[in-house]
Structure formats: C-alpha cells, structure tokens
C-alpha cells in the first residue's frame, strides 16, 4: 500500500509506504510528535521510504485516500469485553476475521470474533 502524504518535512519526491499504524492515549501522556509537522498525535502511522527510512506522521498529515484492504477487527472475550485488535491487511473482511481468529485462539481470554471494519 502507497500513500501519498501533504508537503511539509517529508520530501513529496519520495514514495512512502505504510508499514504500520497505531494507537496511544494523549490523556495518559503517551503521544508523540510528527515527524512531518511537528503536531502531538495519538494516532500513529508509521511510514517507509524507498530508501527504508522510517517515519512517524499522525492520520492527519495522510492524504484522504481510502486504506486499501485493512480492517480493525473487533473480538470479544469470555468475560464478554469488546476489544479491537491489532489493524490487520486482508483482501476480505472475512479474511481479516480469518487471521485475527487464528492469532487469538491461543489466548485464556479469547472468545469470538465479533466483525471487522474497513478503514
């Protein structure tokens, strides 16, 4: 997946790829800097150069381009909690429930995937 991002520190002549996304708390402090910016974010997208530079930008500074095939995949746990794993890349919604399954079935406290949600 490549994505095109606004011209600010990041040179626009590079090609930049997701490599992966993220989630932090500003409430509990743990937010970081844009790299491209300068801007606190909580959520997180890490990107790649052609070169294998890696980069930390926030969703903000992402142009308005539909993700392609990635979905949050949301489970429930014996207690019955919600919770949403990890993004994952799937050519299907049933595919990404597929894989989030598979990963989750060795955990205590999985119960059953619940849906998957395209971004």
Do not use: W
């Not at 040179?11 to 801007?39: A, M, R, W």
């Not at 974010?41 to 530079?53: D, R, Y």
């Not at 919600?82 to 049933?94: D, L, P, S």
């Amino acid at each position: 997946m490549t994505k095109e991002i606004i011209q600010r520190a990041l040179p626009l002549t590079d090609t930049y790829k997701v490599h992966s996304f993220s989630y932090v708390s500003l409430i509990d402090g743990q937010g970081t800097c844009c790299e491209n910016c300068g801007k606190l974010i909580s959520n997180i997208v890490t990107l790649e150069n052609q070169k294998g530079e890696k980069f930390v930008v926030g969703n903000e500074n992402m142009s308005k381009q539909e993700y392609n095939n990635i979905y949050d995949v949301v489970y429930k746990t014996k207690s019955g909690r919600a919770m949403v794993a990890k993004r994952v890349e799937a050519k299907t919604a049933n595919a990404a429930k597929a894989k989030i399954k598979s990963q989750m079935r060795a955990s205590s406290s999985f119960d059953k995937v619940v849906m998957a949600i395209k971004l």
